[in-house]
């Protein structure tokens, strides 16, 4: 790797650092935009101007916005999360177990959606305009059409009330088996898997048949090479850069995807935690799980576009 | 996006080719536009009576979806409800698109640091995740009509000008804009005549795109709540209302899901077979 890749990958790392402050301090900006008073808000109506005043001034809620918004990232720093203000707790103690419940779905998710959607993607683009191709392409733009939540519920129709296979809600308390513990991942992992792997079947097709349609795959089958070796030795090889880009940016869609699935399946990930915070308007735990969601995503995509600077030969 | 093409027939219309696929995708989004308008003349029953005994009640004569989980008519409530899909996501879509697009185009006109700095801020805007920033933002300011257009617009915007900027820069370079400038024409004059005239085709179908996004976005926003508010419901909310019939299929569940598929799978059909000159983003 010469410099001139290492100067590309540092940069792009530079902009990402830089998107992160500016979405925290979004974040930040557009909760502390909440109508009304916090601190009046916390008391109720019963409270004295007195106390009400008294909480501001120790939630230094005086102070003016860009010091508090200092305050918080300097306690992000130091692992401080902030109190909850529903139910008076640690926000990082709320939100540790839920993020590796969520972490757990999203492995999983990972795990069976990759080898699924990048055989899919490979072999229509291997066979591309024919019956079988045309069924993924339908099917791909089909779930991708539509609203993950309707995913999830043609999951439930046809697993939980047609089949009775498995249960519609989950529960990760209940696990005492194996097979409790695939029947309580299963609808959501299920949903997910269409969702994401959806997405990365189109982007994994593309990439492929741009890279059959060069000057050296045609050259692989007119040297004699059958069309098996030329795909998997000349085609796959130089197709892998942005194959790998495709998969990075189809895990993004895991952000959105979970805060549906988690909520449609009652399932106890940080997400699901997050729709709740809004509804009571939990101020601290929005801004942490907000920037959780932002930092995966931001690694991901980041993660996207260094992978295609690395797997781009001119650069090199 | 090769779907279907060249197995439907051809026909010609309006001078340009269309296919079957594309025409029937048309008349979809022709009737759910029609359904949007005229909904409150066409409705069989108002939307907030209860109509039926029992809830979740099936398909029958005089109520042709069944009922919701209250007894009230689904076919009158779904039919409502397009107003409120299609209508927001149109009016966002509308905001997104014009502000992105002139945005992009006098970026790609005037360049230097108005450029960079534009580019950069719409850049960072794009990587936070359209869920999470609905969330939050419905969590600040709670989600009326205006805030959710305003929101959903906001959301788009950078998409819209990243798409518009490319395409613009392109035509930038082109002889007949340094004629034009050496005129001594004004950015107004450049952008309107030289530059949106060369760009207007694939930038009418980055709006159709983008409308399928926001149609996406809404409902699924409703869908956690967060969206519209009872008593208006558009077909997102349709279905959270009514999940407690999943379990026994209820219509009143399926029906306003359908609804929102045959739209955005319309769009993306019709896009896909619009003919290539229209379509090409490489114009």
């Keep these: 790797m010469t410099s001139g890749v290492l100067n590309l990958v540092v940069k792009r790392l530079g902009i990402a650092l830089v998107t992160l402050l500016i979405v925290l301090f979004a974040v930040f900006f557009a909760t502390s935009m909440l109508p009304g008073d916090t601190a009046s808000i916390l008391l109720g109506q019963a409270a004295t101007p007195e106390a009400v005043a008294g909480l501001r001034e120790a939630m230094h809620l005086n102070d003016p916005a860009i010091l508090r918004f200092l305050r918080w990232l300097l306690g992000l720093l130091h692992g401080d999360l902030g109190t909850s203000y529903a139910n008076n707790m640690p926000v990082a103690a709320l939100i540790g177990g839920r993020l590796v419940n969520t972490m757990k779905l999203a492995a999983i998710t990972t795990l069976l959606s990759v080898p699924l959607a990048l055989t899919l993607g490979i072999t229509a683009a291997m066979l591309r305009g024919s019956l079988y191709d045309r069924a993924v392409t339908v099917v791909s733009i089909g779930v991708i059409s539509v609203p993950e939540f309707m995913v999830a519920t043609l999951a439930v129709l046809l697993f939980a009330v047609y089949l009775k296979w498995l249960p519609a809600l989950s529960s990760v308390n209940e696990a005492h088996s194996l097979t409790d513990v695939v029947r309580i991942y299963a609808m959501p992992v299920i949903t997910l898997t269409f969702v994401i792997s959806a997405q990365m079947v189109r982007m994994t097709r593309a990439a492929v048949i741009e890279t059959l349609s060069t000057p050296y795959a045609e050259m692989a089958l007119l040297k004699g090479a059958s069309r098996g070796r030329m795909v998997l030795k000349h085609a796959l090889p130089n197709a892998l850069g942005p194959i790998v880009n495709a998969v990075a940016l189809s895990l993004s869609y895991l952000v959105g995807g979970v805060i549906i699935v988690e909520t449609i399946f009652n399932y106890p990930g940080i997400a699901k935690l997050m729709v709740d915070a809004v509804a009571t308007r939990d101020l601290p735990l929005i801004q942490s799980c907000a920037m959780i969601f932002c930092l995966g995503y931001l690694l991901l995509i980041t993660a996207a576009d260094i992978v295609a600077i690395m797997s781009n030969p001119r650069l090199r | ?283």
């Design chain 2, 1 to 283: 996006m090769t779907m279907a093409r060249g197995a439907a027939s051809r026909r010609s219309l309006l001078g340009h080719s269309y296919n079957l696929v594309g025409v029937v995708a048309s008349l979809v989004i022709l009737a759910w536009t029609l359904v949007a308008i005229f909904a409150p003349y066409i409705i069989p029953h108002p939307i907030g009576d209860i109509v039926d005994d029992d809830y979740f009640g099936p398909m029958r004569q005089g109520l042709w979806l069944g009922s919701d989980y209250l007894g009230r008519d689904m076919l009158s409530r779904v039919l409502i409800g397009a107003r409120y899909t299609v209508g927001i996501s149109l009016a966002a879509v509308c905001i997104a698109c014009f502000s992105g697009v002139v945005l992009g185009m006098v970026a790609a006109v005037t360049g230097g640091w108005f450029d960079t700095c534009l580019s950069r801020f719409l850049d960072a805007m794009n990587s936070i995740p359209s869920k999470l920033f609905g969330l939050v933002v419905v969590a600040a300011v709670g989600s009326s009509i205006p805030v959710l257009i305003l929101t959903l617009a906001v959301i788009y915007i950078p998409g819209a000008y990243r798409f518009a900027r490319a395409l613009a820069v392109n035509i930038n370079t082109m002889d007949f804009m340094t004629v034009a400038r050496v005129r001594g024409e004004s950015t107004a004059y450049l952008i309107g005549s030289e530059i949106l005239p060369n760009i207007i085709r694939p930038v009418l179908a980055d709006f159709g795109l983008r409308f399928v996004f926001i149609v996406l976005l809404l409902s699924g926003l409703s869908f956690l709540g967060l969206g519209l508010q009872p008593p208006l419901a558009d077909w997102g909310a349709l279905v959270r209302e009514n999940i407690g019939g999943l379990p026994f299929a209820a219509p009143a569940v399926i029906v306003p899901s359908l609804a929102i598929a045959s739209l955005t799978i319309s769009v993306n059909l019709l896009i896909d077979n619009l003919p290539q000159k229209i379509r090409d983003r490489d114009t």
